[in-house]
């Protein structure tokens, strides 16, 4: 049986890595079809004209073409929270609703430039291009360009399990999101400068809602990074 949601992506995208949690911990079913960003085909374009993965199609709403559907994981996981309200993944009081709305950005901008961009990317695309990985850049990322990030986001959690209330919003699913992506290919951030952060992620990454994109991802990994890379 088809399920009314699908995303189109891949699961090594941090940004599909967000939706699937937003729709798991929503309870809602969903079918993933693979897009590749390295040769997108032309049906693809027209949904998202930007070039980008993940796009979501809602079959309730039309079945093919560029109706029914939304690009963006931002524009998806708002479009999602009307669609489904519980459990809510962003606040309801207008200051706590603000200040998840800019972590989700500092994740999807900021980490996912660093991390994405500059740690995951230059490893995993060359190894799938059958090249050397660019441990350089990685190296620089990891090292320098990642720490002030990571001290900013022990800052905002001052040792809670969550950014913000006591259950988990958007921020905690945004920020996992982008870690994960660094963690596939060089592991953990350091516990003993980010001890809160390092437990956060390891809660995150543990909960259900991430089960479904942990599992996929892992099949890939497993593959072009049978070892992780020692960035320090
Ligand atoms: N703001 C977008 C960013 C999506 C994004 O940058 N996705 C990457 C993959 S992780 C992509 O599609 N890149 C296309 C490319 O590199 O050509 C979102 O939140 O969905």
Same mark, same amino acid.
């Given at each position: 049986?088809?399920?009314?949601?699908?995303?189109?992506?891949?699961?090594?995208? $941090?940004?599909?890595?967000?939706?699937?949690?937003?729709?798991?911990?929503?309870?809602?079913?969903?079918?993933?079809?693979?897009? #590749?960003?390295?040769?997108? $085909?032309?049906?693809?374009?027209?949904?998202?004209?930007?070039?980008?993965?993940?796009?979501?199609?809602?079959?309730?709403?039309?079945?093919?073409? +560029?109706?029914? =559907?939304?690009?963006?994981?931002?524009?998806?996981?708002?479009?999602?929270?009307?669609?489904?309200?519980?459990?809510?993944?962003? $606040?309801?009081?207008?200051?706590?609703?603000?200040?998840?709305?800019?972590?989700?950005?500092? +994740? !999807? =901008?900021?980490?996912?430039?660093?991390?994405?961009?500059?740690?995951?990317?230059?490893?995993?695309?060359?190894?799938? &291009? %059958?090249?050397?990985?660019?441990?350089? =850049?990685?190296?620089?990322?990891? #090292?320098?360009?990642?720490?002030?990030?990571?001290?900013?986001?022990?800052?905002?959690?001052?040792?809670?399990?969550?950014?913000?209330? !006591?259950?988990?919003?958007?921020?905690?699913?945004?920020? +996992?999101? &982008?870690?994960?992506? =660094?963690?596939?290919?060089?592991?953990?951030?350091?516990?003993?400068?980010?001890?809160?952060?390092?437990?956060?992620? &390891?809660?995150? %990454?543990?909960?259900?809602?991430? &089960?479904? #994109? #942990?599992?996929?991802? !892992?099949?890939?990994?497993?593959?072009?990074? $049978?070892?992780?890379? !020692?960035?320090?």
């Amino acid at each position: 049986m088809t399920a009314s949601l699908v995303l189109y992506g891949s699961p090594l995208s $941090p940004f599909q890595r967000k939706v699937e949690a937003v729709m798991a911990l929503k309870g809602l079913d969903y079918d993933c079809e693979d897009v #590749n960003v390295m040769g997108m $085909p032309d049906w693809y374009k027209e949904i998202s004209p930007l070039g980008r993965i993940p796009s979501l199609r809602d079959r309730d709403i039309a079945e093919e073409g +560029a109706a029914g =559907t939304i690009t963006d994981s931002s524009a998806i996981c708002g479009y999602l929270e009307k669609r489904q309200p519980e459990p809510a993944v962003y $606040p309801v009081d207008a200051f706590d609703h603000g200040r998840a709305l800019w972590l989700e950005e500092f +994740a !999807d =901008t900021g980490m996912a430039m660093v991390g994405g961009m500059g740690v995951f990317r230059p490893i995993i695309f060359n190894l799938f &291009q %059958r090249k050397d990985p660019d441990l350089e =850049t990685a190296r620089k990322s990891w #090292n320098e360009k990642l720490p002030p990030l990571y001290d900013y986001l022990e800052a905002q959690l001052d040792g809670r399990p969550h950014f913000i209330g !006591d259950a988990i919003t958007i921020a905690d699913i945004a920020v +996992a999101s &982008q870690i994960a992506q =660094t963690d596939m290919i060089a592991g953990l951030p350091d516990k003993s400068r980010w001890p809160g952060l390092v437990a956060h992620y &390891q809660a995150m %990454r543990a909960h259900e809602c991430f &089960q479904r #994109n #942990n599992a996929g991802c !892992d099949k890939i990994i497993a593959k072009v990074v $049978p070892e992780k890379f !020692d960035l320090s």
